[in-house]
C-alpha cells in the first residue's frame, strides 16, 4: 500500500511511519508531499493531514489514531502513543516525562537527515529502541 504525508517530518509523523512499517503494512511505500498540500488519492493513504481519516482527532496524535483504526492494544504502544500526544500536541498536564526528550530527538534527526526518508529509518529505530524498553519494563 502506498502512504502520503506532508514533507519535513516529526514526532507523530516518524512515530506513525514506524508503527505501519512494523504493525500495520511492512511494505508500505511513503511519499512526501509539500506542506499544506492536499494528496491526491493515486499519492496513497494521507496520514498526520488534517481533515483525513488518519490524523488528528478528540485531541489525540495521528498515531493513536491509526492504534484505534486497526485496533491495536499492546500496551507498550499505548504507552508510546500517549507520549507521542504530548510531544507534538499542548497538554495542560505532563504525564510522560520522556516526551519533550523524544520531540527533541525527533527534530535533532530531522536536521541531520538529508531528506524525509533518511528522517524516517533513523526515527524508526529510536522507536524500536523505546518500544524495546517498554517491553522490558511491562515485563513482556
Avoid at 509523523?13 to 509539500?34: Q, V
Avoid at 482527532?57 to 491509526?66: D, V, W
Amino acid at each position: 500500500m502506498k502512504w502520503v504525508t506532508w514533507k519535513n517530518i516529526g514526532v507523530d509523523r516518524m512515530a506513525c511511519a514506524w508503527l505501519i512499517r512494523r504493525w500495520i503494512d511492512p511494505k508500505g511505500e511513503f511519499t512526501f508531499i509539500p506542506i499544506g498540500e492536499k494528496p491526491a488519492p493515486e499519492r496513497g493513504e494521507p496520514f498526520d493531514i488534517p481533515g483525513f481519516r488518519f490524523s488528528h482527532h478528540g485531541g489525540h496524535c495521528t498515531f493513536h489514531a491509526l492504534l484505534k483504526e486497526h485496533k491495536i492494544t499492546d500496551a507498550s504502544l499505548v504507552r508510546i502513543a500517549r507520549m507521542v500526544d504530548e510531544a507534538d500536541e499542548i497538554q495542560e498536564v505532563t504525564v510522560e516525562p520522556a516526551a519533550s526528550g523524544l520531540d527533541l530527538i525527533c527534530r535533532g534527526l530531522r536536521q541531520i537527515s538529508q531528506d524525509d526518508f533518511e528522517a524516517m529509518e533513523r526515527g524508526g529505530l529510536v522507536y524500536d529502541a523505546v518500544y524495546a524498553q517498554l517491553q522490558l519494563d511491562f515485563g513482556a
